[in-house]
């Protein structure tokens, strides 16, 4: 087994990935770990650039997340929301001017405004993300996927429309179904400098427990990602986001079935066999571990739902070991 400090990486997006990280820093040393980190759900609102995965992230790690919520900043005020309810009754029919149903509290627009700024002076989001991690305190590196932009597009099944994967998320509240996912840009996009350095270059590769589809999915849709993955595929170890057949936040398992998937640990490890040569599943699903197997991926059997910091710094710990790394 290798031990040292050597760069851990981890593929990851949303809220699941910003608990391993947290959970992962009590076993290794935060500034050892690189979060390539998912972009596909960025959206611009207001005029200002919105990078969710990466700010959830950042905040979580910087224990300024609000935890009720599970996004933003806590102890937040909403005042410029608020605010924008008086142009409602004048806003032109047509008109995105002013949107309310993505609420941004008045902390969490200084990110934004920040990002927003720097992007237009030239800087790359690469930049941006690793000023604003240091401007919150962070020893781990985050990483964009890309500096160019890609989007996710989520088709409705019911609707036969095409939204923005936010519009999906937060303006429908992820409560209809899907009938396909696709990533706008992704055949142009590069992966960033930084990201290959994470995927190709660091002791081990996690695939955090986020969202399959639309949180790994984009990354996985650049050109090269899976090929990097698939030949290191020995060193790379997959946390299953679905626990008992269901996602613990989001829609995952409802997606999972919606685009023809299996929601269960079986149905990731299919997703995740040819990038990732063991699948880290809760002992709920122990009985499934034999299926598991038979799709590809080792079974690693450990508590996975981190309802405390001892939980999920043995998640951490059993994590690494699959690839053969002590912690």
């Known amino acids: 087994m290798t031990t040292s400090f050597g760069t851990i990486g981890v593929v990851c997006g949303g809220v699941g990935a910003a608990r391993f990280l947290r959970a992962l820093a009590g076993v290794h040393p935060a500034a050892a770990t690189v979060g390539v980190v998912n972009t596909g759900d960025d959206t611009v609102l207001h005029g200002l650039s919105i990078s969710p995965d990466l700010d959830t992230i950042t905040y979580t790690l910087a224990g300024a997340i609000d ?25 032109p029919d047509g008109s995105a001017a002013a ?16 990002r927003t700024a720097r992007l237009r002076e030239g800087a790359t989001l690469t930049e941006v993300t690793d000023e604003v991690r240091r401007a919150f305190g962070l020893e781990q590196r985050l990483v964009p996927m890309s500096d160019q932009r890609v989007t996710t597009v989520v088709s409705l099944a019911d609707e036969g429309i095409d939204v923005s994967f936010q519009e ?26 930084a990201a290959r350095a994470a995927i190709n270059d660091s002791e081990v590769v996690v695939i955090a427990p986020s969202n399959p589809l639309v949180s790994i999915g984009p990354v996985r849709a650049l050109a090269d990602v899976d090929q990097l993955l698939g030949r290191r595929r020995d060193t790379v170890v997959a946390i299953s986001p679905i626990v008992g057949g269901a996602a613990l936040k989001g829609p995952a398992d409802r997606m999972l079935v919606e685009l023809g998937h299996e929601p269960s640990v079986v149905g990731v490890a299919r997703l995740y066999a040819p990038i990732a040569s063991a699948l880290v599943i809760d002992p709920v699903d122990e009985p499934l571990a034999a299926q598991v197997e038979a799709a590809g991926m080792r079974a690693i059997v450990t508590p996975s739902i981190m309802i405390s910091p001892e939980v999920g710094h043995e998640l951490a710990r059993r994590t690494l070991a699959a690839a053969g790394f002590t912690a």
Do not use: C, K
Not at 99 to 114: I, K
Not at 171 to 193: E, M
């Open 168 to 193: 999906y998320f937060v303006q429908r509240r992820h409560g209809v179904p899907v009938s396909a996912v696709r990533f706008d840009g992704a055949d142009t996009a590069l992966l960033t400098a």
């Open 99 to 114: 949107p309310t149903w993505f609420n941004l509290g008045d902390q969490d627009l200084a990110t934004h405004f920040y």
């Open 67 to 91: 935890p009720e919520r599970g996004w933003g900043l806590r102890d937040e005020s909403w005042r410029a929301m608020e605010a924008l309810a008086r142009f409602t009754a004048v806003r």
